[in-house]
């Protein structure tokens, strides 16, 4: 198959309306959208990821008024936080609409679903005139591309269309909340953070240890995500960056000074919202390079941060877990 690119909202639009599967820009990552409600062209995202049938994907609306046609109630909570958030990189998780299939939501009775704010995403969505289900543009398990070159690279040949834009903005996924509980709980952070959700909605709550990811019923938390092929060492600064490993290794972080001995390549972030950004794209440089060991700063967990550092700690799983479920 060859993958056309294009910077034309119409042109991609058209590609999925006929059943195709097509990468597009958001401001969280580059998602890979097919019609969410013809089963076919969703089993089509799963062959193109390699991605586990029982994970869940995120259906994509260019607006609030099109959850309806996805949920079959949208519970009090869910209104408030699209009413503050849609558009944006927010995902509410509402009672499944008997019309999505079951392909969507995994066998799942919720589905998630998300408005996004991009102003390409926004025309394609529109102009696709159906809700889109997608995850994000990279193979399973990998780190979720930023740029439309990182999700050539990971599905070139794969799929009919990539719909072209910029850098996405925020560089992490969206924050998922589960509205479909008595409390909303956060399964996901991302850039839309607890505070700001406990402003609109005060009793939302963060998922105990089992519910990250996904509730204990949800697939979602079974599969590594975010992983690049180097190894990853969450480090609290360049100082700890071991000397012997310098020669093959990199580094991101806000400080970078005062190494022993300065690694192969250097990152250095102005803000937590720059490391956010550049963070995946860094990691898919760093492949190309054939860099054994990436060395990532910790930073608080306030803010953006709390969504950073989870998924470096994810990134920095033990790479034996990482090698079985690669294999799925
Ligand atoms: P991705 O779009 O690749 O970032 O993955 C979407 C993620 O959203 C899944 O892996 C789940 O963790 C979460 N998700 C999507 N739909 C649901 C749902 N109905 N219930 C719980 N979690 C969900
Ligand atoms: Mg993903």
Redesign the pocket.
């Known amino acids: 198959m060859i993958t056309k690119l294009t910077r034309s909202p119409s042109v991609a639009a058209a590609i999925l309306r006929e059943g195709g599967v097509v990468a597009f820009p958001t401001e969280t990552?580059y998602?890979l959208g097919a019609n969410a409600l013809d089963a076919r062209s969703v089993r089509a995202i799963f062959r193109a990821k390699g991605r586990p049938r029982d994970?869940?994907?995120?259906v994509h609306v260019p607006s609030a008024e099109f959850v309806g046609q996805v949920a079959q109630r949208i519970p009090a909570s869910a209104r408030k936080l699209m009413e503050h958030f849609f558009p944006g990189p927010l995902?509410v998780?509402v009672p499944?609409h008997p019309g999505v299939p079951q392909e969507v939501?995994?066998g799942?009775d919720?589905?998630?679903v998300r408005c996004p704010r991009h102003h390409v995403a926004q025309e394609f969505l529109q102009a696709c005139g159906c809700p889109v289900a997608?995850?994000?543009a990279n193979r399973s398990g990998r780190p979720?591309p930023t740029t439309w070159q990182m999700a050539l690279a990971e599905l070139d040949g794969r799929i009919p269309c990539i719909l072209k834009g910029g850098r996405a903005e925020i560089g992490l996924?969206?924050t998922?909340v589960?509205c479909t509980g008595s409390r909303p709980v956060v399964?996901?952070e991302g850039a839309v953070h607890l505070e700001q959700l406990r402003a609109v909605v005060p009793s939302v709550r963060t998922a105990a240890g089992g519910e990250r990811?996904?509730?204990a019923r949800?697939p979602?938390?079974k599969?590594r995500?975010y992983a690049p092929r180097p190894r990853v060492i969450l480090v609290d600064g360049p100082r700890d960056v071991p000397v012997s490993e310098a020669a093959r290794a990199a580094y991101i972080g806000i400080e970078a000074r005062g190494f022993r001995r300065r690694p192969l390549r250097v990152k250095r972030c102005r803000a937590v919202s720059d490391y956010a950004k550049g963070l995946f794209s860094f990691f898919h440089q760093c492949e190309r390079d054939g860099v054994g060991t990436i060395f990532c700063q910790r930073v608080p967990r306030e803010g953006l941060g709390q969504a950073l550092m989870d998924r470096l700690h994810r990134a920095a799983e033990p790479a034996r877990t990482r090698k079985a479920e690669r294999s799925f």
């Open positions: 990552v998602g994970n869940p994907l995120i995902t998780i499944r939501t995994a799942l919720t589905v998630g997608a995850p994000s979720s996924e969206s998922v589960d399964l996901r990811h996904g509730p949800s979602g938390l599969y995500h």
